[in-house]
């Protein structure tokens, strides 16, 4: 067991381990934001709107779920690449790259993520605090007062529960950020596609050490979500 733990530490500590997790974390603490801010006014949008526009817009969001995300990368591919309209206006006019840059992978977290938190905030929004919002609406409060004293007060269990489950998900993207990023070691690489690496090259020990890492995450995550969920 110890010998197991002490060859464990020194997989993590190895440059390479240690460049991908630090990306990943990167890329978390900029998605995640992101993901919080678009998430939860999608999902109230979403949950307290209607007709075609409003369905359009939640089949544009659940896509990502549903879609293969290499399918949903290639889209985004063609939409962000260096060729396409938005990819040169973003080049020449902001000097931004988005393909094979850390801002591509960024992009890829958050597509991947972004389901997971609207579609919890649309639920409690339809199920739970409707009645809430009608109420204080006949009450005179305007809609200022209604989101940030009303409905963000009442989903807050499901927002920490629709952030975990995409806090895993940015950490477990591959394939839209395979389509991406390009997979390029030091810049690129996260820990998903370090573990998709280490097998290729045949280094078991490194790619175990990473899937266990993520599983352990993954594990946390989702007991706090249940406990949320059911406390």
């Known amino acids: 067991m110890t010998g197991v733990l002490t060859q464990s530490l020194s997989v993590l500590q190895e440059p390479v381990t240690r460049d991908c997790i630090l990306l990943s974390l990167k890329v978390a603490a900029l998605a995640m934001p992101l993901l919080a801010l678009s998430g939860i006014s999608l999902g109230y949008i979403v949950g307290r709107g209607k007709g075609p526009w409003i369905a359009l817009?939640?089949?544009l969001v659940t896509l990502p779920l549903?879609?293969?995300?290499?399918?949903t990368g290639f889209l985004l591919l063609l939409l962000f690449g260096r060729r396409s309209p938005v990819g040169v206006w973003l080049k020449h006019g902001l000097d931004v790259e988005i393909i094979f840059h850390f801002p591509g992978i960024v992009l890829a977290a958050s597509i991947a993520g972004l389901p997971l938190i609207t579609k919890q905030v649309q639920a409690a929004v339809r199920k739970d605090i409707s009645s809430l919002i009608e109420k204080a609406q006949v009450l005179g409060k305007g809609p200022f007062i209604i989101f940030f004293r009303i409905t963000l007060p009442s989903l807050r269990k499901s927002i920490i529960i629709?952030?975990?489950?995409a806090f895993a998900r940015v950490l477990g993207e591959v394939g839209v950020t395979l389509m991406l990023g390009g997979n390029i070691t030091g810049r690129t690489n996260t820990i998903s596609?370090?573990?998709?690496?280490?097998?290729f090259t045949g280094e078991y020990d490194r790619a175990l050490v990473l899937v266990v890492l993520l599983g352990s995450i993954s594990l946390v995550l989702l007991l706090t979500s249940r406990r949320l969920a059911t406390g």
């Open 57 to 59: 817009l939640d089949f």
């Open 66 to 71: 549903v879609f293969p995300p290499i399918a």
């Open 162 to 165: 629709g952030l975990s489950l």
């Open 193 to 199: 596609l370090e573990v998709y690496n280490a097998v």
